[in-house]
């Protein structure tokens, strides 16, 4: 079956520190690939998404990740992060345009002021 | 950990029927059900919010009538497309959250093509 990993349950920061968060998913086709967040109290947010082209996506925020076919893999990465940063963060898969779309458990970001 | 089980994976329909699509929390009480539509090669639209024992919260642009969201008890929410036509086909998903948790759980999604 079809799955999406995330490497991390939570993830503890400090402000300004560098963000990797590791999403792998099983072969299963074409797929399409996404980052959503959730901030506390809210739906889920579009943070980006890749399809075909460039590897590296920029997204909203400052994020941007990276599409590496080889080995399976869309981590996404900030920078430095903010405390409003706080939030579940959620990698999702769509394969074969549509036939199955596979979120990731989810992973908590904590930014600590 | 949660989960949420989405019933059918994937329905076809001719044009003009009606279609539920079930999605229950297995080892948590839902007391807050959300409903996405994606269409392809786009992201996850929400479509309405339910919460458990009243009328569903739907988002500017969907059609209450069309997209019927009941959600009776708390491990179950149902979303019927009524007299569906193929501008319906689309990837429908839900997820739920449960009463001490914010965190969304996700169920498999559903393929609709109407014919």
């Known amino acids: 079956a079809q799955s999406v990993s995330q490497h991390n349950h939570h993830v503890i920061l400090s402000e300004a520190a560098s963000l990797e968060l590791g999403c792998n998913y099983s072969?299963?086709?074409?797929?399409?690939l996404f980052w959503y967040v959730q901030y506390p109290g809210q739906h889920l947010q579009l943070l980006l998404k890749?399809?075909?082209?460039?590897?590296l996506v920029k997204g909203i925020k400052g994020f941007e990740a990276e599409f590496i076919k080889s080995k399976f893999s869309f981590n996404l990465r900030k920078p430095s992060v903010q405390w409003s940063d706080t939030a579940e963060y959620f990698c999702?898969?769509?394969?074969?345009?549509?036939?199955?779309?596979?979120f990731g458990p989810g992973t908590r970001l904590s930014v600590l002021p | 950990g949660a989960v949420v089980s989405q019933h059918p994976s994937w329905v076809i329909c001719k044009s003009g029927t009606s279609v539920k699509i079930e999605c229950r929390s297995l080892?948590?009480?839902?007391?807050?059900m959300f409903w996405y539509r994606q269409f392809p090669k786009q992201s996850l639209m929400l479509m309405a919010t339910?919460?458990?024992?009243?009328?569903?919260?739907?988002e500017q642009g969907v059609e209450k009538d069309k997209f019927l969201i009941n959600h009776a008890s708390l491990t179950l929410s149902t979303l019927t497309v009524t007299s569906a036509h193929p501008e319906d086909s689309s990837f429908y998903i839900c997820?739920?959250?449960?009463?001490?948790?914010?965190?969304?759980?996700f169920g498999s999604g559903t393929q609709l093509s109407v014919l």
């Open positions: 997820s739920a959250r449960g009463v001490r948790e914010e965190k969304l759980f």
């Open positions: 072969y299963g086709g074409t797929v399409n």
């Open positions: 890749y399809f075909s082209g460039d590897p």
């Open positions: 999702a898969v769509n394969y074969n345009y549509g036939q199955n779309f596979v």
């Open positions: 080892d948590f009480q839902a007391t807050t």
């Open positions: 339910s919460n458990e024992g009243s009328k569903a919260t739907y």
